[in-house]
């Protein structure tokens, strides 16, 4: 299994609360994803990253922010979380855009 | 833009029957195509991909799919349904820099 790790793996927060989650990987790839899963909408790409301070946004990148300092670290900020932000976030890493994609195991987020 | 849809949200099949599910992409270039399959509680994990080449793909578990540029699909099938499929799959396609899942299909296996 890829060396992928999210942390925390469970929150609970209120609305109005900055939240930051963070993906760790081991693997020195090159791209960093972070999604959102809920149910009958898939998978949804909120921010990704292509390099060391390299970031771009997805298809659901209002109200996240992104940073990666690091090769290793990629890290999802809510500045002002929000119920509509309830989900279970993932992080992927890959060695390129069309290459497989290997999957952290998911935090799962509730905003009250 | 690249897109997959997937046709059926749920799908059930008997133990022991043949499990088809179905993709169907949109690409102005050649694609890349994964399958990946998702148990309760984790992440994503690759079933199989398409990149060039053969057009029947075999993959994990005793998966396969076939992509057809015709039909514009790669649907995934497997001979005889175990309780152990029972999971959510998602159709995907590889672009520059990224990845776009199809909204996931559920088998639901009935013994």
């Known amino acids: 299994d890829a060396g992928i790790t999210q942390s925390p793996r469970h929150k609970v927060t209120e609305t109005g609360t900055p939240v930051t989650l963070r993906c760790h990987q081991t693997?020195?790839?090159?791209?960093m994803y972070w999604y959102r899963q809920d149910p009958g909408h898939g998978l949804r790409l909120i921010h990704y990253?292509?390099?060391?301070?390299?970031?771009d946004k997805g298809e659901v990148s209002d109200g996240y922010s992104v940073s990666r300092s690091k090769t290793e670290d990629f890290l999802l900020t809510l500045e002002s979380a929000t119920s509509s932000q309830t989900s279970v976030y993932f992080c992927?890493?890959?060695?390129?855009?069309?290459?497989?994609?290997?999957f952290g195991p998911g935090t799962r987020l509730l905003v009250l | 833009a690249q897109s997959v849809t997937q046709l059926g949200s749920h799908v059930s099949v008997s133990e022991g029957a043949l499990v088809l599910l179905r993709c169907n992409y949109s690409?102005?270039?050649?694609?890349?195509l994964f399958w990946y399959v998702q148990y309760p509680n984790q992440g994503l994990q690759l079933l199989l991909k398409?990149?060039?080449?053969?057009?029947l793909v075999k993959g994990i578990n005793g998966f396969e799919a076939e992509f057809k540029k015709s039909e514009t699909s790669f649907h995934l099938t497997k001979p005889s349904a175990h309780m152990s499929d029972a999971a959510e799959y998602f159709c995907?396609?590889?672009?520059?820099?990224?990845?776009?899942f199809g909204t996931g299909t559920k088998l639901q296996v009935i013994p």
């Open positions: 693997e020195n790839h090159r791209y």
């Open positions: 690409s102005s270039v050649p694609p890349y």
């Open positions: 995907a396609i590889g672009g520059y820099q990224k990845v776009t």
């Open positions: 990253s292509y390099g060391v301070k390299d970031t």
């Open positions: 398409y990149t060039t080449g053969a057009t």
């Open positions: 992927a890493i890959s060695s390129g855009g069309q290459e497989t994609q290997y």
